[in-house]
């Protein structure tokens, strides 16, 4: 298994552009999730997905848009790339487990996209 | 509103002697914990986790943590740190019917000096 891939792994953008990053994973997850790391901020939850066709917003989700055509993709799109969405992005997927209604279940994450806006 | 507080945003100790990341949450239930650790340039990898089963739990690379839920504390150690353990750690706290979403702390970066 690859489990989580993220492509591209770095690319530079002029303010304007627009460009969609691609999350697979290989572990028929059924949730997936979009996490952007500044520093000294930790992780910051994007968007996420609790299954295909679903997408739902997360703590920071301005400015992006995601979809979840299939079940192990999960894309996220700056249509319009402003230079305060420099960061690193970050996808994760788990399959749902509960204990006592509390997700248990680890999220596996990818290697990261570095973006830079000019 | 639940929360991560890391205590220290930076800890420097000397290899073969003890390590002791800080972290308390906020939260009106009963939460899963979690540590997460960030090489450099590298994605994240799961440490251990806690979810309301034993209150010490113990992960890989020697790392354990305890669950002290009078203290809102789930403190990261390790009795004697290697080179290789130089990177950043995550405390991370996640909820009941959140879909499974995680709330970040901000973030440990451990130095390890020969």
């Known amino acids: 298994n690859a489990g989580v891939t993220q492509t591209p792994k770095f690319r530079v953008l002029k303010t304007g552009q627009s460009m969609t990053l691609l999350c697979a994973q290989d572990m028929n997850h059924e949730y997936m999730y979009w996490y952007r790391q500044d520093p000294g901020m930790g992780l910051r939850l994007i968007h996420y997905s609790v299954g295909e066709g679903t997408t739902a917003k997360g703590e920071v989700p301005d400015g992006y848009n995601v979809s979840r055509l299939k079940k192990q993709n999960f894309l996220l799109g700056l249509e319009s790339a402003a230079p305060s969405q420099t960061s690193v992005y970050f996808c994760?997927?788990?399959?749902?487990?509960?204990?006592?209604?509390?997700?248990?279940?680890?999220?596996?994450f990818g290697p990261g996209t570095r973006l830079t806006v000019l | 509103a639940q929360s991560v507080t890391q205590l220290d945003s930076h800890v420097s100790v000397s290899e073969g002697t003890p390590v002791l990341l800080r972290c308390n949450y906020s939260?009106?239930?009963?939460?899963?914990l979690f540590w997460y650790v960030q090489h450099p340039n590298k994605g994240l990898q799961l440490l251990l986790k806690y979810t309301s089963a034993a209150t010490l739990v113990k992960g890989i690379n020697g790392f354990e943590a305890e669950f002290k839920k009078s203290e809102t504390s789930f403190h990261l150690t390790k009795p004697s740190a290697h080179m290789s353990d130089a990177a950043e750690y995550f405390c991370?706290?996640?909820?009941?019917?959140?879909?499974?979403?995680?709330?970040f702390g901000q973030g440990t970066e451990l130095s390890v000096k020969p």
């Open positions: 939260s009106s239930y009963s939460p899963s």
């Open positions: 994760a997927s788990r399959t749902p487990g509960t204990s006592g209604g509390t997700s248990t279940d680890t999220q596996y």
């Open positions: 991370v706290v996640t909820l009941p019917g959140w879909g499974g979403k995680l709330i």
